[in-house]
């Protein structure tokens, strides 16, 4: 009984949009609280304090980038953030463990929530990432995770309730999520000097991986599409 009131009140809170919308309020109304102290130096400000955290930075980001994640933040942003904070050097796996975490314990806890309950949060998506997994198995997380512009923490929750295994999410979501995130964080790594080589080829790298991954999605999608309904005339 206690497991199915602790399950329900899980499911209430992924539904209600109030814990992305604190999230993000919160992530915002720090950005705007040191760009009003500290105007344009906002950045630096950030960056000197997380550079005295010492080796705690990166730990703190880590466990923060996967509370985010957990709670629908897009991964795209936190790449950003990551890249500004500790440069596309560091930033790069610092922001891929923190988005793994929050994946990890996305899975998790999607695994103990009904399937109705996903289903609602994920409408029509849900069918679709089934059929890809009934036709290419657990090589689907990672054509999914390829593409820049999907549901990354949705698409956790949604593979929770399916029958794939965890090792079979995490490989794939590992090897996935790592051409986006290397663009994103170095997006925001460079993006005080958006004249830089680096900047420009970040821009550059972000169209190609869109452009893949709009080809990828629209061909696996036709691949998976029922096939249509036989005429009156083809079944007489």
């Known amino acids: ?108 806890v999607g695994r103990g929530l009904s399937k109705d309950a996903v289903e609602s949060l994920a409408g029509g998506r849900m069918a679709k990432v089934n059929a890809l997994l009934d036709r290419y198995g657990a090589a689907t997380v990672f054509v999914l995770r390829l593409l820049p512009l999907g549901p990354f923490a949705l698409l956790n929750y949604v593979l929770a309730v399916t029958s794939l295994p965890l090792r079979g999410f995490l490989l794939g979501t590992g090897l996935g999520i790592t051409p986006g995130m290397i663009v994103y964080t170095a997006l925001g790594g460079t993006a005080e000097h958006p004249s830089s080589p680096a900047f420009l080829l970040s821009i550059g790298a972000l169209v190609v991986l869109t452009v893949v991954g709009a080809v990828v999605a629209r061909r696996v999608t036709k691949r998976v599409e029922p096939p249509p309904a036989p005429s009156p005339q083809e079944i007489a």
């Open 1 to 108: 009984m206690r497991t199915e009131v602790d399950r329900t009140s899980v499911e209430r809170l992924l539904r209600s949009p109030w814990p992305r919308l604190v999230l993000l309020a919160v992530f915002l109304g720090t950005a705007v609280v040191l760009a009003l102290t500290h105007g344009l130096d906002a950045v630096d400000v950030a960056k000197a304090w997380v550079a005295d955290l010492g080796v705690l930075g990166p730990v703190v980001f880590v466990v923060l980038c996967a509370v985010a994640i957990m709670g629908f933040l897009p991964a795209s942003l936190l790449c950003a953030v990551a890249g500004v904070l500790f440069g596309p050097v560091l930033g790069i796996p610092v922001v891929w463990a923190g988005a793994m975490l929050g994946a990890a314990g996305s899975f998790l």
